[in-house]
């Protein structure tokens, strides 16, 4: 095996901690009770810049290596971080939770498609097809659920396309800074926690946990989905296949419902089998390059 290929697997099984991590999403966030979308964003990003923090401080980095990026790489990474998530919570606010997540989801789709224009990836009809079948198996699980589009929810719908655009322009457009290391994902996250709790006293009403284990499920969630999962996706997209990583990411909402069934939080469906048997089909085609490796 040479050195380009460890590299490359390396970078995949990142991505794939990246994927299970967000798939813990759902279940923690619901553990955490009803706190304000942008207090959430603010307590768990300040926990996922704290880990980077320490990390970059244990292995000699000085904080002039935590923040000394030029503006266009701060750009980016606040843009994707607290871009995405601003986009997000507005969409759930003017339009249904169902439909602004289908919408929200084709952010896969977009990294793939995306990859060629902005990364100078070669799209073959695996990579394709295979974000293809993604999208449709999250199609599937959504439509299982009941969607009913109108036109009175067009802005939250927009919104949500702003979401998708922004996390796949965000993560296509890391490539291109590769030179950048993964340490700078603590900077983004401090300034987005920041400008969550901006938005979160602008906006919002202080709701803090309610018991320990609501707690612990905040701390959970900037340990994981909303922190440790953002510097292993940086490392995924600036040193994997990113074709293939658009199309895998299609298992995370299946991943979601999945772990909300074993806890006894969702009832278990044909759909959810259908689904996921969609989503496995496009990842494997997807990535067939790597296995055939």
Known sequence: MTRDSTIRRRA??????????????????????????????????????????????SRGVGWAGLVGWPARVWLLGIGGLFGYHALYFAAL???????????????????????????????????????????????????????????????????????????????????????TPTDAIAAFCAASAVLSLACHLAFEHTVWPASGTAWLAVLALGLGPAGSAFYFWDHAVKRGDIRALGAISYATPILSTAILVIVGQAEPTGTLIAAALLVTVGAVLASRELWKR
Do not use: K
């Open 12 to 57: 995949m099984a990142a991505g794939l901690i990246s994927i299970a991590l967000w798939s813990s999403l759902a279940l923690l966030s619901v553990s955490a009770g009803p706190i304000p979308p942008f207090q959430m964003v603010a307590m768990t990003f300040a926990v996922g810049a704290t880990i980077g923090i320490v990390r970059a401080l």
């Open 93 to 179: 606010q003017l339009a249904p939770p169902a439909e602004a997540n289908l919408i929200n989801y084709l952010w896969p789709l977009l990294i793939v498609l995306l990859s060629a224009p902005l990364a100078g990836e070669r799209l073959g009809w695996p990579h394709l097809a295979g974000a293809a079948l993604g999208f449709a198996g999250v199609a599937l699980l959504a439509l299982g659920r009941g969607l009913s589009f109108a036109d009175s929810h067009a802005l939250g719908y927009l919104l949500a396309l702003g979401c998708a655009f922004a996390w796949s322009i965000y993560s296509v457009l890391s490539r291109r800074f590769g030179e």
